[in-house]
């Protein structure tokens, strides 16, 4: 079951708003719940200004080291919306209007409102396949292994799920969690790291959070192998249960 390849993704989030905290990203939550859903990997996340040096680095180093990059922002009709030019860039290949861009555009704009800045979102690198946007017709687009969506969570949503049937799925992260209560993580941490070495296939983590009745803490196994997480989840089990007792 484990032996077959993983499929990894990465997730660029373009946009000043971002970095200043103007806006609060919603898009890396959807994505990554996504992603655990349908057995990919999301290995990396970065944000990055509205600079093209920079937005071009980021996807290079991305679309290298992972299967899959999603980027959301910097899509739009304004100066500022660069990410079509420098996914070009990235590529090496020309941007222009693209005659089937064009066209959602008119399923929402008269000919004579497609001014200069509505005709930006039809700019599209060469060699790219489109993504619809069913609530405000601009696409999204789609060039190698990088897929380019908006930065307004709904439309990336939409986005999303348009993508979604292209992509090559792995199997399943399954995960379990065991209620470590107010056992402080001091307490266990050095037996929890011995049963991460003993247990190299699954991922172990420690979780503290303040609830209503007070301080607590949460043991969470994670892997794709069945056998695997249920012998982790055991021996995690006997170890709470060995320290309340």
């Given amino acids: 079951m484990t032996d077959q390849p993983s499929i990894t993704a990465a997730i660029l989030v373009i946009g000043d708003e971002i970095l200043s905290g103007r806006t609060k990203d919603k898009n890396i939550g959807t994505i990554a719940d996504y992603c655990t859903a349908v057995g990919i990997d999301l290995r990396e996340v970065r944000i990055v200004p509205d600079e093209q040096d920079r937005i071009v680095a980021a996807v290079n180093a991305l679309r290298t080291d992972y299967t899959y990059l999603f980027t959301t922002g910097g899509i739009g009709p304004t100066h500022d919306d660069i990410t079509a030019d420098s996914v070009a860039a990235a590529f090496g290949v020309s941007i222009d209007v693209d005659p089937r861009a064009k066209a959602m555009l008119l399923e929402r704009h008269k000919p004579e409102d497609l001014n200069e800045a509505r005709l930006r979102m039809a700019r599209i690198p060469a060699g790219a396949d489109l993504i619809a946007n069913p609530i405000s017709k601009a696409p999204g687009f789609r060039l190698g292994n990088v897929f380019v969506m908006a930065g307004v969570p709904a439309i990336m949503q939409a986005m999303l799920d348009n993508i979604g049937p292209t992509l090559e799925t792995g199997l399943r992260v399954l995960s379990h969690t065991i209620e470590a209560g107010n056992l402080p993580e001091g307490t266990y941490a050095?037996?929890?790291?011995?049963?991460?070495?003993?247990?190299?296939?699954?991922?172990?983590?420690?979780y503290p959070s303040m609830t209503q009745s007070g301080f607590a803490n949460r043991i969470v196994v994670r892997g794709k192998d069945p056998e695997a997480l249920d012998a982790a989840k055991g021996d995690i089990e006997d170890l709470v249960t060995r320290l309340r007792g």
Avoid: F
Wanted: avoid cysteine.
């Fill in 190 to 206: 050095g037996d929890l790291a011995a049963l991460a070495i003993a247990h190299p296939t699954v991922s172990i983590g420690s």
